[in-house]
């Protein structure tokens, strides 16, 4: 996950990871939530073509995306976005569509300042309270 942060994001390695660390669970957490969604809409896709070539590329590129964090050529953002405008926001609440969004835009392109962009764990109310001795 580290290599892919990296080079999507356009970091070092090392940086990737300390900002994983950093981010936790909950920003891993974040990360997962932005892989799943785009993952769903390529395997809704995947199932709207008929059998061959293509829809096996589909699948293949699921693979990719769950075992080595690549993404599809064709738009993951896209797609997702899609997914989440007709399937999951008739059945879930807008915040949590919001989430979804926030989700995959974090996992397609991570933001170069997490704190400055607001992304959950690296905001002030989200790290832990520490009594200063």
Same mark, same amino acid.
Request: proline fraction near 5%.
């Given at each position: 996950?580290?290599?892919?942060?990296?080079?999507?994001? &356009?970091?070092?390695?090392?940086?990737?990871?300390?900002?994983?660390?950093?981010? &936790?669970?909950?920003?891993?957490?974040?990360?997962?939530?932005?892989?799943?969604?785009?993952?769903?809409?390529?395997?809704?896709?995947?199932?709207?073509?008929?059998?061959?070539?293509?829809?096996?590329?589909?699948?293949?590129?699921?693979?990719?995306?769950?075992?080595?964090?690549?993404?599809p050529p064709a738009g993951?953002?896209?797609?997702? &976005?899609?997914?989440?405008?007709?399937?999951?926001?008739?059945?879930?609440?807008?915040?949590?569509?919001?989430?979804?969004?926030?989700?995959?835009?974090?996992?397609?392109?991570?933001?170069?300042?997490?704190?400055?962009?607001?992304?959950?764990?690296?905001?002030p109310q989200d790290q832990?309270?520490?009594?200063?001795?």
């Open positions: 996950m580290a290599a892919a942060l990296a080079d999507r994001g &356009g970091l070092p390695r090392e940086d990737a990871a300390a900002r994983l660390e950093r981010g &936790g669970a909950e920003y891993r957490e974040l990360l997962d939530v932005g892989q799943a969604t785009i993952c769903r809409a390529l395997h809704t896709a995947r199932r709207a073509l008929p059998e061959g070539s293509e829809r096996t590329a589909v699948r293949y590129a699921i693979d990719d995306l769950m075992h080595r964090h690549l993404l993951a953002g896209r797609i997702a &976005g899609a997914q989440l405008d007709t399937e999951i926001e008739t059945t879930r609440a807008p915040a949590v569509t919001a989430w979804c969004r926030r989700a995959v835009a974090e996992y397609v392109a991570p933001v170069a300042d997490p704190l400055a962009a607001g992304v959950e764990r690296f905001r832990p309270h520490r009594a200063d001795t």
